[in-house]
């Protein structure tokens, strides 16, 4: 059974880390990326957005009983496959997964700026996701 008040929490944790990253880019993508302070800070909330997002994805998978995804981005397939996301949707998003793992484990060297420019384009689509987490919601 799907446990509707821990998805609605990992939500609103994600609309405060979003408010945050909002008053962030409130900062040139220069200032940020010249401003260690700004840009760990920036990596770091575009972590805990993606972390809640698996959180609730990996959540509605095993609770509904849907396939095994293969890693974190399959979830959002997994999603979409169940009309959960629409797949157009969930094909744009799945890759912030590749992001926050090159950002937090250092995979590979990062250019900054370019970093920066995902996570700020990006960040409508955290806003995206939580309205359509809470549309599916509101169906059950």
């Not at 920036?42 to 009983?65: F, P, T, Y």
Request: aromatic share 10%; net charge neutral.
């Amino acid at each position: 059974m799907t446990n509707f008040k821990f998805i609605r929490d990992k939500l609103e944790q994600i609309k405060l880390y979003y408010q945050e990253l909002e008053q962030l880019f409130q900062y040139s993508l220069e200032d940020i990326r010249k401003d260690f302070m700004k840009y760990r800070s920036a990596e770091r909330i575009l972590q805990l957005i993606v972390d809640e997002m698996l959180d609730i994805n990996n959540h509605l998978i095993s609770r509904l009983n849907l396939a095994s995804p293969d890693d974190f981005q399959s979830t959002f397939k997994i999603l979409a496959e169940n009309n959960i996301l629409p797949e157009q949707f969930a094909e744009k998003i799945a890759p912030v997964v590749g992001l926050r793992n090159r950002l937090v484990h250092r995979y590979e060297k990062i250019d900054l700026g370019l970093a920066l420019k995902h996570m700020q384009k990006e960040k409508e689509d955290f806003r995206e996701y939580v309205k359509l987490i809470e549309k599916y919601l509101s169906k059950k």
